[in-house]
């Protein structure tokens, strides 16, 4: 018999979707006819994707293909030699939500079986898992032809011995129980009459491990890129760290003079943790700016304040922190890889690298960070996208030529592979950027989060002369969205591309009192833009964005409170400003989100309530020109009891504060908070 074999290998691995979807991963080979094989597609329905997939240099074709989760696909596969149609092959596949699917497919010449006495039976799919845990069961399935009609007799085995064991070794199809550690080779025989056909899959059974998860995530703005120079700067992440669990810092840097030997010296942490000032991976034209990751392993339960030092001040530092669960303790570190290029047909790439093997242990988290790396920035993007089968954790949408365009993302790979993390730009298309990714292997420790409210992400974005319509990207997954505004009389309407409802809580318009605006029960997304609309173009504003999980989704706010703008102390100018403002919860184990607005600054310190949470940068030599938080001050608490909170603010004496021979003289300021309840625990 006349045949071409099409093998589509889906593996079902841990890759984060965009949405709620899987991912095809499509490996196509061509036997026998495959030197004449020119080009493969592969259809899928009722997804109606399409995708023409790429040559490999072994001769084989692959591809990725996304597919809504939940519902069996059926992907049908063509191989022409040329225009004509030499083989083509089905297969049915349910993807689960971020997840891909292992299918195999064997298609038939379409010229047909040749004259024979007896023909081979041929097996034309199979289907298996990937990747599973030591007992667990999943299911195998074949099928196969006889061109003769001949009767058709299965026989499954597993190799090594011990691998694992079949409920119905004889059937078409059979449960699969996996035994020991380590590759097992599947293998399908079928027979009929004389003749056989074979076909194997290698099954991974890994050692009770862990996926890496991302328990929270912030991203800073950055100040202008000649901007006022500045070092020592410390921000603090939006939760407590769970202990045991694995904190990665990415940075850029830069001064209006670059230097090369320009470098981090230290990372000091408030919980006594080690960060290393040795990078794991930098990347850099060598001329602009810096790019580089670092690694915290082991993380200490506590709060985490880092404070960044280098061995000069620089005029641009932007920072990017991403904690994670299941990520091995000890020496974590499996691979990296970083380039400074030019936007390549829209997209910016770390390069290609391949992560250490660790399959048995559950694979590597990659995560992998952007940054423009150009003076001034040319061309700033308006959308951000992760390449397949990354997910976005933030993208910055740039409003102009000083402020820094730059993005994240992440994605766990179960099984070693080559991969060349990369996101695609709307925009921003002649820079040169930094790309710097790293494999970080994946084990069973760490910590989860166990529940409550807490805040997934929070995304800072700052411009000095924003647009009247000022639209960002919010990649988001919790059931409350709150935004953070400097105040402003002309902000009219806050909206998004998943038609949330944002109602403003507090920040009476024409007050310097911050706004804060959220939208309950939300609809959030990977891929959501948030648009702030202005009635007339407003002056230098940094918005936060908080993705909150956890929260309630109805009657969410329980207590707010505007202290209204109030004049500064007449003559110190370093001072606290107590009761801006006070407020009282109303429930206890809930999440207070307060701001001060001032016309000096910047706020070095929360003074009260104890345990509150700076969500501002701040660093040595700061002032209220500063570009990265508009010198203004804003935390968050997570309350235990109804008690009331009263909201002090420390600012030091600074540059700005004496500019006018005294704080009276040129400021005034006002506080707002408002408090949301967490959902009801569960049964």
């Known amino acids: 018999m006349r045949r071409a074999f099409i093998a589509l290998c889906l593996c079902a691995c841990s890759a984060p979707a965009t949405s709620d979807a899987g991912f095809v991963r499509v490996t196509v080979a061509a036997q026998i006819a495959g030197a004449q094989i020119t080009e493969v597609s592969v259809n899928v329905t009722p997804a109606n994707t399409a995708a023409v997939l790429t040559r490999r240099a072994d001769g084989t074709f692959e591809g990725t293909v996304e597919v809504p989760a939940g519902v069996a696909q059926t992907v049908t596969a063509k191989a022409f030699a040329g225009s004509v149609l030499a083989a083509s092959g089905t297969g049915t596949a349910t993807v689960l939500k971020g997840q891909v699917f292992q299918l195999t497919i064997i298609a038939l010449d379409t010229t047909g079986p040749a004259p024979r006495p007896d023909h081979s039976p041929v097996i034309t799919s199979l289907a298996a898992a990937v990747a599973v845990a030591p007992g667990e069961q999943v299911a195998l399935s074949a099928t196969a032809i006889d061109a003769d009609g001949d009767v058709l007799t299965y026989a499954w ?242 409003t102009n030529a000083s402020q820094l365009p730059h993005g994240s993302m992440y994605f766990v790979q179960t099984t070693a592979a080559p991969i060349s993390p990369a996101m695609t730009l709307t925009g921003g298309r002649t820079d040169v950027w930094n790309g710097v990714a790293v494999a970080l292997k994946a084990s069973g420790a760490g910590t989860t989060p166990s529940g409550g409210i807490r805040i997934r992400s929070l995304i800072h974005e700052t411009a000095a002369q924003p647009p009247t319509t000022w639209a960002m990207q919010f990649p988001s997954a919790g059931s409350l969205l709150v935004i953070r505004v400097n105040g402003d009389p002309n902000l009219s309407t806050i909206t998004d591309s998943n038609g949330n409802g944002y109602t403003r809580a507090v920040g009476p318009a024409g007050s310097v009192e911050p706004q804060i605006w959220y939208a309950q029960n939300a609809k959030p997304g990977i891929g959501l833009k948030v648009t702030l609309q202005f009635s007339a173009s407003p002056g230098n504003r940094t918005v936060l964005l908080y993705d909150v999980i956890g929260a309630a989704t109805s009657s969410v706010v329980d207590g707010k409170q505007d202290n209204g703008d109030q004049a500064a102390p007449a003559t110190a100018l370093a001072f606290t400003l107590d009761n801006s403002p006070t407020i009282t919860p109303g429930s206890a184990n809930g999440l207070t989100i307060a701001g001060i607005g001032l016309g000096i600054g910047p706020v070095d310190a929360i003074v009260t309530p104890a345990g509150a949470i700076m969500d501002f940068v701040y660093y040595t030599f700061d002032e209220d020109s500063d570009r990265m938080d508009s010198g203004d001050g804003a935390g968050h608490l997570f309350n235990t009891d109804t008690a009331p909170e009263d909201w002090s603010w420390h600012i030091p004496n600074v540059g700005s504060n004496g500019s006018c021979g005294s704080v009276s003289a040129c400021s005034s300021f006002g506080g707002s908070a408002v408090h949301f309840r967490a959902a009801p625990p569960g049964p």
């Open 157 to 398: 085995s597993a190799a090594p011995a011990g691998c694992g064991t079949f409920a119905a070794a004889s059937s078409s199809s059979t449960a699969w129980t996996a035994g020991t550690t380590g590759i097992c080779a599947i293998t399908i025989k079928v027979s009929a009459r004389s003749l056989s056909d074979t076909r194997s899959a290698n099954i991974l059974v890994r050692a009770p491990g862990g996926t890496p998860t991302l328990v929270q995530h912030t991203s800073s703005s950055s100040n202008e890129q000649n901007g006022l120079p500045g070092n020592d700067f410390r921000f603090t992440l939006p939760n407590p760290v769970l202990a045991g669990n694995c904190l990665i810092l990415g940075v850029t840097f830069g001064a209006a003079t670059f230097s090369a030997s320009t470098a981090i010296t230290s990372i000091r942490d408030s919980s006594g943790d080690a960060w290393t000032t040795t990078p794991v991976i930098t990347a850099s034209d060598g001329a602009k700016a810096k790019s580089a990751i670092f690694v915290l392993p082991n993380a200490t339960a506590a709060i985490h304040t880092v404070t960044v030092t280098l061995n000069v001040k620089v005029t641009l530092f932007q920072y990017t922190v991403s904690e994670f669960s299941g990520v091995d303790s000890a020496h974590p570190v499996n691979g990296a890889t970083g380039q400074a290029a030019a936007i390549s047909g829209g997209a910016v790439s770390t390069g290609s690298f391949t992560p250490g093997n660790n399959d048995a242990n559950g694979g590597n988290l990659i995560w992998a960070y952007f940054a423009d790396d150009f003076t001034p920035f040319a061309t700033v993007p308006t959308a951000y996208a992760a390449n397949a089968p990354f997910t976005l954790l933030d993208g910055s949408i740039g």
